[in-house]
T-cell receptor, first 113, second 116 residues
């Protein structure tokens, strides 16, 4: 089983739709979690960190379920500019793993006019 | 301000050759990371530096890969006896705080390595 798995996608949705991405991780010692966004042929950029209580940033909401080792990202009122690949990132941050950030394979989103 | 820069942007080499890839992190960032990304995959962790020392090199695939950061700023990823399977985008990232959760990594534009 891979350390971080994501919905395979691609997701093709119309403008204004709500879309949710799921991510699961295998290392129960994982301590910090992120969603990164990567545009085609560009470098990844941080979209948002994921906090234990869940957090929201405008149209984006991230949730963490430690018991199920599951992270989600919800995008409301999707825009054409949201089209990108969304990467789930997990970092164990413990003595054995140091700063070994593990990226999922990504889920590609295409928002259609 | 200046972001993370990487040179060259593209590198084409022949199987068996030696290559060096350079990363200039954001000034003042103590943490530096190297990743490798193949098409359709997420970045794969290679090595992490805290200052001058490699704090975690568990992602380096074999002893043909080596990285240095002698002065705690610029880093060089070195690949000996390149193989076709080494072809990928090599990404560098830096962050200002290490060992603290939720620190943001800033990525460079990457070096596209092609081994013929």
């Amino acid at each position: 089983r891979k350390e971080v798995e994501q919905d395979p996608g691609p997701f093709n949705v119309p403008e204004g739709a709500t879309v949710a991405f799921n991510c699961t991780y295998s290392n129960s010692a994982s301590q910090s979690f992120f969603w990164y966004r990567q545009d085609c042929r560009k470098e990844p950029k941080l979209l948002m960190s994921v906090y234990s209580s869940g957090n929201e940033d405008g149209r984006f909401t991230a949730q963490l379920n430690r018991a199920s080792q599951y992270i989600s990202l919800l995008i409301r009122d999707s825009k054409l500019s949201d089209s990108a690949t969304y990467l789930c990132v997990v970092n164990p941050v413990d003595m054995d793993y140091g700063q070994n950030f593990v990226f999922g394979p990504g889920t590609r989103l295409s928002v259609l006019p | 301000g200046a972001g993370v820069s990487q040179t060259p942007s593209n590198k084409v080499t022949e199987k068996g050759k030696y290559v060096e890839l350079r990363c200039d992190p954001i000034s003042g960032h103590t943490a530096l990371y190297w990743y490798r990304q193949s098409l359709g995959q997420g970045p794969e962790f290679l090595i992490y530096f805290q200052g001058t020392g490699a704090a975690d090199d568990s992602g380096l695939p074999n002893d043909r890969f080596f990285a240095v950061r002698p002065e705690g700023s610029v880093s060089t990823l070195k690949i000996q006896r390149t193989e076709r399977g080494d072809s990928a985008m090599y990404l560098c990232a830096s962050s200002s705080l290490s060992g603290i959760a939720y620190n943001e990594q800033f990525f460079g534009p990457g070096t596209r390595l092609t081994v013929l």
